[in-house]
């Protein structure tokens, strides 16, 4: 996906953190010469849709099926909207700063402030989206978790139009790689994750494990940031790139071009039974919770229970460690076809709980998530009844990008007493999720529920921690082990599903796989992939009346 401007933020971690100019916009506390005094917040609903550039009377909203009904306004209204949706909906509006919006206008340079660690650097508000968009990130909660990371790293914007072509199709800009950063400053290492099928990536060769060694003549290892953010993370359709890599397991780099264009993803992939003696395993790549993944996981839960015969199979390896989130409604989906109606019956899947406002008037039924037995027509006809698989256990491979709506399944499932067994990396930590919120072709994303299991359990902003005995509850059973790029995902030799194996036949972890992570651990400086787009993050709710 080509972000606008505020996901540019690649050359935060590859420069010096603040250093030189910042090529994002984010949060701001611009400094004022005295005390801001706020006057009266207006009621979001009586600002909505004043716009600096209204849209064409008529646009429809995909989601609610009316117009939009922008009228003309200005950036002042836009941002005197942000304001009052923020206070009313955010979930902790009481611990965000007033700040006077007019210190937000074209040309002003105020100060940022990154949601990934709450460094500062200065940003000149170039466009229209800069301003509402800086001012909207700034517009956050700075206090941080009882680790020490921001409490709010999942406040941000994106362009409506692609923030629809995401969610709905998987559509974004690009080649169809995915890259792990696993030294993000100099000298940099920079990977291939995986590929999507069909792309220019997988149609030149390029697969998980290939590094990256140059991008249009400039060194990944050691060259300037905004080439590399630009090709790996936000390329211009329709523009040539040359990329030189290593692939995995060569001794001699090659060159090739690709032009970006769109790319269609595909968020379940690898669904196999795995090889003797390993026959009665499936085996399950799932990377996005988008639209089209409910269709596809149906299919794959389908394509499980008929394996050996319609025997099916009597474990699963989930594999999400690069599944950043989505739509809850599809975790609830999957959480339920693992689990089977048995263990699920008369369980939630997730309550949401909100600020004292109660801003959406939700009563506490309206405020629950069943474990759906059902398809919610994202990419199914809505009401088929979806297969189960009926498991007492599931091995799940986690990694630092394992976030939100995928975390959301790992607590679901313990919550409904099923066995969940983490194999890989501490989780990002978000139990959070917010309903987006479009106004003048903008779509903000800003913290608006928390949630918790049907056992109600929902504090793990540190992550789901594996190696743990299951207290507190985010420290599940399991094997903490390093992501291993020298096989395949789906690779029974690939080292996180070999300690799922190992653990399955032993009761324990491999022994090899606490020092293979301490190693990983030091190259990888404890950051996370943080070039993806913030979608990958997060875990979003549709209000029924917007299906």
């Known amino acids: 996906m080509q972000k606008v401007a505020s996901v540019m933020i690649l050359s935060a971690v590859l420069s010096a953190c603040g250093g030189g100019g910042a090529s994002a916009p984010g949060p701001s506390t611009p400094d004022a010469t005295a005390p801001y005094v706020e006057p009266p917040i207006p009621v979001s609903f009586n600002v909505a849709q004043q716009c600096e550039s209204p849209r064409p009377s008529g646009t429809i909203d995909p989601y609610t099926r009316r117009p939009y009904g922008d009228v003309q306004g200005s950036l002042t209204t836009e941002k005197l909207w942000i304001r009052a949706f923020v206070n009313e909906t955010y979930l902790w509006y009481d611990e965000v700063a007033p700040l006077d919006p007019s210190l937000f206008t074209l040309g002003a340079t ?27 990130n700034s517009q956050r909660s700075l206090l941080l978790t009882p680790s020490g990371k921001p409490k709010d790293q999942f406040h941000f914007t994106y362009a409506t139009s692609e923030w629809l072509a995401q969610s709905t199709s998987g559509s974004s800009v690009g080649f169809g790689f995915h890259v792990e950063l696993l030294a993000s400053r100099s000298p940099r290492n920079v990977v291939v994750a995986y590929t999507e099928p069909g792309s220019a990536a997988s149609a030149n060769g390029l697969q998980r494990g290939a590094k990256f060694l140059s991008i249009n003549g400039v060194d990944v290892v050691n060259g300037g940031p905004d080439m590399l953010n630009e090709g790996l993370f936000s390329p211009v359709q329709g523009k040539l790139y040359t990329f030189e890599v290593l692939d995995r397991g060569a001794s001699t780099p090659r060159s090739f071009s690709m032009t970006a264009g769109a790319v269609t993803s595909t968020p379940v992939q690898n669904v196999r039974t795995l090889a003797a003696p390993y026959s009665d395993v499936g085996y399950l790549q799932f990377n996005d919770h988008i639209g089209t993944a409910e269709a596809q996981l149906v299919a794959a839960i389908n394509q499980l229970k008929a394996a050996n015969g319609g025997a099916g199979v009597s474990d699963l390896v989930l594999d999400l460690r690069y599944n950043g989130g989505g739509y809850l409604d599809i975790a609830s989906e999957l959480a339920f076809m693992i689990a089977g109606a048995s263990a699920t019956a008369g369980k939630v899947f997730e309550r949401s709980s909100y600020n004292n406002k109660n801003p959406f008037g939700q009563s506490a039924a309206q405020a629950t998530i069943p474990f759906h037995r059902v398809s919610q027509g994202f990419s199914t006809p809505t009401g088929q009844s979806l297969p189960q698989l009926g498991l007492p256990r599931v091995f799940v491979i986690t990694g630092k990008g394992t976030c939100s709506a995928s975390e959301a399944v790992i607590n679901g499932l313990t919550g409904a007493g099923v066995q969940v067994i983490l194999i890989g990396d501490t989780t990002c930590g978000k139990p959070y999720g917010f309903y987006p919120e479009d106004n003048c072709s903008v779509t903000y994303f800003t913290i608006q529920f928390k949630g918790v299991n049907h056992l109600g359990f929902g504090d793990y902003a540190d992550g789901f921690i594996p190696g743990g005995t299951g207290s507190p509850a985010n420290h599940l059973k399991g094997c903490v082990v390093a992501d291993d790029f020298t096989q395949l995902l789906g690779d029974t030799a690939e080292a996180r599903l070999a300690a799922a194996l190992h653990y399955r036949a ?32 997060n875990r979003f709710l549709l209000p029924k009346t917007r299906r």
Do not use: H, I
């Not at 105020?110 to 909207?136: G, I």
């Not at 796989?513 to 992939?529: D, E, M, N, T, Y």
């Open 110 to 136: 105020v100060p940022y402030v990154d949601p990934w660690d709450n460094s500062r650097a200065m940003f000149e508000l170039k466009t229209n989206f800069d301003v509402v968009d800086t001012y909207f």
């Open 506 to 537: 032993n009761g324990a972890c491999p022994a090899r796989a606490a020092s293979a992570q301490r190693s990983a651990s030091l190259a990888v400086s404890g950051l996370p992939l943080r070039g993806r787009s913030p979608l990958r993050e």
